[in-house]
């Protein structure tokens, strides 16, 4: 069979915004995970997979696979506890269109695995400037649980004041029920959160 961008697999009709974004589907629970790990260490589990957590807050290349390979990838993640929507990056020195396609891909991974395999996915809402406004909320479940993280946010004052910026607007757009912050330095924001320690270069995060 041909390949068309994961075409050939789903083509979703209800879409939302100009740019025809497949549609998330709502999270209003969650079952109890002891850990979260990242993709890339899933394969290395063993045993019952169903007390853990599963994030993409990792580099894009390690896990461009699971575009390439949603069944594969989709049948192995389903045996964990619940996941973190891909985040395929959305940097805003990426030409335009790659940030879009990024999303796309974002959200039609999402709704594909919902779709598929009754999996438990927790939208992950990302942004960049405020440019992406836009697009970047578009096909979001309204108050849902959602994850965020501010690893890849630089130290800089432009980054971080872009990253909270987007954060309010992600609260007034989605109003979401839930938030769970992955990250490393446990600023401070508004919402219903659930911090969650990121350490960098380690495969285990634990509930903060």
């Not at 849902?144 to 909270?164: D, L, M, R, T, W």
């Not at 607007?169 to 109003?175: A, I, K, T, W």
């Not at 938030?179 to 401070?188: G, K, P, S, W």
């Amino acid at each position: 069979m041909a390949k068309w961008q994961n075409l050939e697999l789903a083509f979703f009709d209800e879409t939302a915004g100009k740019y025809e974004m497949p549609i998330i589907e709502p999270v209003y629970e969650l079952p109890k995970v002891d850990r979260f790990i990242e993709f890339d260490y899933c394969n290395r589990v063993r045993g019952d997979r169903s007390n853990i957590g599963v994030h993409f807050f990792e580099d894009d290349y390690k896990f461009e696979r699971v575009w390439t390979g949603p069944d594969r990838y989709g049948e192995m993640l389903s045996q964990f506890g619940f996941i973190i929507g891909p985040d395929f990056s959305v940097y805003g020195d990426f030409p335009f269109p790659v940030r879009l396609y990024n999303y796309y891909r974002n959200n039609w991974l999402v709704k594909y695995w919902q779709t598929c395999y009754n999996m438990i996915i927790v939208p992950t809402v990302m942004w960049g400037e405020e440019d992406t406004w836009d697009w970047c909320f578009d096909g979001l479940p309204r108050q849902s649980i959602v994850a965020v993280s501010n690893v890849g946010v630089g130290n800089s004052k432009e980054e971080k004041e872009y990253f909270s910026k987007g954060y309010h607007e992600m609260l007034r757009r989605l109003e979401p029920s839930k938030i769970l912050f992955f990250t490393r330095n446990f600023a401070e924001f508004p919402g219903n959160i659930q911090y969650i320690r990121w350490e960098i270069h380690k495969g285990d995060q634990v509930n903060g």
